[in-house]
Nanobody, 120 residues
């Protein structure tokens, strides 16, 4: 089974920065795409940023250039650099991966989540 382990969350003041990490137990070359989602209390889970195997990236509109998704293929790790954080960014952030399954087809995996709290 593929494991995704997130880290890097915590408490930060408005305007501060955090870097989230998602370490995968399989090579990123076996992953079709990875993305960061977040879920705030009382709200639906929403996409924050995604990156495809070819390096294409997409971001939610609310990011407004503040976040950057990147990857380190040698370490099988995807990062989300978050700058200029706002209280509205407070949520549990989840790593998602779509992994190639050969003849079985692609499969969807989720990490356990890491809490991000932006508050004075």
């Amino acid at each position: 089974q593929v494991q995704l382990v997130e880290s890097g969350g915590g408490l930060v003041q408005p305007g501060g920065s955090l870097r989230l990490r998602c370490a995968a137990s399989v090579s990123i070359f076996s992953i079709r795409s990875m993305g960061w989602y977040r879920q705030a209390p009382g709200k639906q889970r929403e996409l924050v940023a995604g990156i495809g195997r070819g390096g294409s990236r997409n971001y939610a509109d609310f990011v407004k250039g503040r976040f950057t998704i990147s990857r380190d293929n040698a370490k099988n790790t995807v990062y989300l650099q978050m700058n200029s954080l706002e209280p509205e960014d407070t949520a549990v952030y989840y790593c998602n991966a779509i992994v190639e399954g050969g003849s079985m087809g692609d499969r969807d995996y989720w990490g356990q989540g890491t809490q991000v709290t932006v508050s004075s």
